[in-house]
């Protein structure tokens, strides 16, 4: 079966500093790999997705991830962290074969000192 | 926007009771979802349905049940809540295909 693991479960960064979050998924096959973000309180929302073509994916709030095949891998990266990207990062994963249901990760949370 | 509405934000319900979730999406989706929320577990998959009358187990489907009667709306019941299912539940949409979801607000179910 499909899993995706986060390596860290809490990350604390002060404002400015750089972020990086590890994503790896167990699967051979084609992949659609997806990153959410949930601020304290708030719903879900897609950060960035990624499904074909660049494997350097730009999403929302100056995020970016780069989905690296011989690794199984698709890290979440931003240059400079802001107070307010305070929250839980979920990775998530898609495949055909598991008719296109939502893996997710165990999630990171992030906590950005001011 | 696709908006999923869940219901209710915060539940209390006894151990035993019957306990129903709703959630409501208002953009034709074809398949929407079922997970429950717990930390560092993340969000696991409890039930989905791809279309009207159509359901399937997820990961996670022991002590839960599902209705969907109209293709907006997709219902998780706990047949006779237990304390272990307290959590937060959250409901999500999507078109066919490999298309990223869009979730509710979620409903933080608490059984005493």
């Known amino acids: 079966a499909q899993s995706v693991s986060q390596h860290n479960h809490h990350v604390i960064l002060s404002e400015a500093a750089s972020l990086e979050l590890g994503c790896n998924y167990s699967?051979?096959?084609?992949?659609?790999l997806f990153w959410y973000v949930q601020y304290p309180g708030q719903h879900l929302q897609l950060l960035l997705k990624?499904?074909?073509?660049?494997?350097l994916v730009k999403g929302i709030k100056g995020f970016e991830a780069e989905f690296i095949k011989s690794k199984f891998s698709f890290n979440l990266r931003k240059p400079s962290v802001q107070w307010s990207d305070t929250a839980e990062y979920f990775c998530?994963?898609?495949?055909?074969?598991?008719?296109?249901?939502?893996?997710f990760g165990a999630g990171t949370i992030l906590r950005v000192k001011s | 926007d696709v908006k999923v509405t869940q219901s209710s934000r915060y539940l209390v319900k006894r151990t035993g009771e019957k306990v129903f979730l709703e959630c409501v999406q208002d953009?034709?989706?074809?398949?929407m979802f079922w997970y429950r929320q717990d930390p560092g577990l993340g969000l696991r998959l409890i039930y989905f349905s791809y279309d009207v009358k159509m359901k399937e187990k997820g990961d996670i489907p022991e002590g839960y049940s599902v209705s969907r009667e109209k293709k907006e709306r997709f219902s998780l019941i706990l047949e006779s809540a237990s304390t272990n299912q307290t959590s937060m539940y959250l409901c999500?949409?999507?078109?066919?295909?490999?298309?990223?979801?869009?979730f509710g607000s979620g409903t933080r179910l608490t059984v005493v």
């Open positions: 990624y499904f074909s073509g660049d494997p």
């Open positions: 953009m034709d989706h074809e398949n």
């Open positions: 998530a994963v898609t495949t055909m074969e598991y008719g296109n249901k939502l893996v």
């Open positions: 999500a949409s999507t078109l066919r295909g490999p298309n990223g979801y869009t």
């Open positions: 699967y051979g096959g084609t992949v659609n």
